[in-house]
């Protein structure tokens, strides 16, 4: 009996056993570090200076919040059930450069454990057109009077006000659809020079529209601004949570008031040609902390 166990032992503790074992361990070990990882995929795919993004998180242990930095801006994040999977919005600026950007993540598991991600995100560079256009436009918007000049400095200040807005939640749901059905006119990022003197970039799309065209917010939020402004004409802003704004512009009508609660689809006025434009059209710019991103790019990404 004690010859057959300790052979049954040096069987058992065989070199080629014992090695055999040691790798199905580190095996096992692996597949389970591959399973419970972070992953970050960003929408676009390619991301340029200008464009809006969505980041989607998958964290590799449950976590009951989860928040980023990039680009010096807080990122709030949401939990998508659906994909088991954090989102959030972000967005860089049309003054940033080329080159890869940390995107670092810190959250907190269910049992109370910090943990923290690092990840390089990387934006290309996009080259926007300068164009003259061939109308003229009117001599008060390039040379005010003094009077208008009051105006504009106290446009200046409520403007600055109204566009820091950034609100803890967040109120969009799913895709940002397009205010209005309509050929779009005049495209984000062009530099623009009015009466051969006068530059601007286009910071947002135009839509080729009548005047009296219904126009509709383009996501569900608050109205925290509709009023009428030198530059701007009649124009609504709109805080959709978490510094995420829409802006539109030169409306000729108002149907909603400040303060107002808006749902995706709702119509918010209608289409002019008030404040600096060289017609009736609707101009919608989309500002997030600080910074304008291209209307085209967000109406194309598909949100949770």
Not at 13 to 39: D, E, G, K, M
Not at 140 to 165: G, H, M, N, V, W
Request: with cysteine; net charge positive; charged share 20%.
């Amino acid at each position: 009996m004690v010859f057959n166990l300790v052979v049954h032992r040096e069987r058992l503790f065989h070199p080629a056993v014992f090695i055999a074992c040691v790798l199905l361990a580190l095996a096992a070990n692996s597949s389970a570090a591959t399973a419970a990882r972070w992953t970050v995929v960003n929408q676009p795919a390619r991301l340029v200076n200008g464009s809006p993004v969505l980041f989607r998180v998958t964290t590799p242990k449950p976590v009951r919040v989860l928040s980023g930095n990039w680009l010096g801006h807080e990122i709030a994040f949401s939990f998508d059930p659906n994909h088991k999977s954090w989102f959030a919005l972000a967005g860089a600026s049309q003054e940033t450069k080329p080159g890869a950007y940390s995107l670092e993540l810190h959250a907190e598991t269910t049992a109370g454990q910090a943990i923290s991600f690092d990840k390089k995100i990387r934006v290309e560079r996009q080259r926007y057109p300068r164009v003259l256009l061939p109308v003229t436009v009117p001599g008060q918007y390039t040379a005010p009077s003094p009077e208008e000049q009051r105006q504009i400095a106290q446009d200046k200040e409520t403007k600055a006000e109204i566009l820091k807005t950034v609100t803890a939640e967040r109120e969009w749901e799913g895709s940002f659809a397009p205010p209005v059905n309509a050929e779009i006119s005049g495209v984000f990022g062009v530099e623009r020079v009015f009466n051969g003197s006068v530059q601007s970039t286009h910071q947002g799309l135009d839509f080729r529209v009548p005047s009296g065209t219904e126009i509709a917010a383009v996501n569900s939020g608050r109205v925290i601004l509709a009023r009428p402004m030198f530059f701007e004409g009649n124009w609504v802003v709109i805080d959709h949570g978490q510094g995420l704004l829409t802006l539109y512009l030169h409306l000729s009508k108002f149907s909603v008031k400040e303060g107002d609660g808006v749902s995706k689809g709702q119509p918010i006025g209608l289409s002019g040609g008030t404040g600096r434009a060289t017609g009736p059209h609707l101009h919608l710019a989309v500002r997030w902390q600080g910074v304008y991103l291209n209307p085209q790019v967000l109406l194309q990404l598909k949100l949770p």
